[in-house]
């Protein structure tokens, strides 16, 4: 397994940026794929950008194209995600997740590791 947290989370007035951070330790993180997903209060889990091993691919949700970007670095063993334009609708708390394969998967149960979370919250 790879241990994750996440940091960077706050309250941001719509239209404001965050940059969430997720630091990995165990094993070898340039391995894995890597997922950020959130959820809403009553909504179900959804992904809203992955990244492949080497960084070289990513993946959006439609929501978020063109404002959020999913970047990492594989010798501090994080990833992050930075996030523009910000929305009330982005309100959520936010994970990152490590899956069981590699590409691109977007289904949370193709995720078997996950952090704590952060709280993002968007006033408008």
């Known amino acids: 397994h790879v241990q994750l947290v996440e940091s960077g989370g706050g309250l941001v007035q719509a239209g404001g940026s965050l940059i969430l951070s997720c630091a990995a330790s165990?094993?070898?993180?340039?391995?894995?794929?890597m997922g950020w997903f959130r959820q809403a209060p009553g909504k179900e889990r959804e992904l809203v950008a992955c990244?492949?091993?080497?960084?070289?691919?990513?993946s959006y949700a439609d929501s978020v194209k063109g404002r959020f970007t999913v970047s990492r670095d594989n010798a501090k063993n994080t990833v992050y995600l930075q996030m523009n334009n910000l929305k009330p609708e982005d309100t959520a708390v936010y994970y990152c997740?490590?899956?069981?394969?590699?590409?691109?998967?977007?289904?949370?149960?193709?995720?078997?590791?996950w952090g704590q979370g952060t709280q993002v919250t968007v006033s408008s």
């Open positions: 165990g094993r070898t993180f340039s391995s894995y794929t």
């Open positions: 990244i492949t091993l080497s960084g070289g691919s990513t």
């Open positions: 997740a490590a899956p069981y394969t590699r590409g691109l998967p977007t289904n949370p149960s193709l995720y078997k590791d």
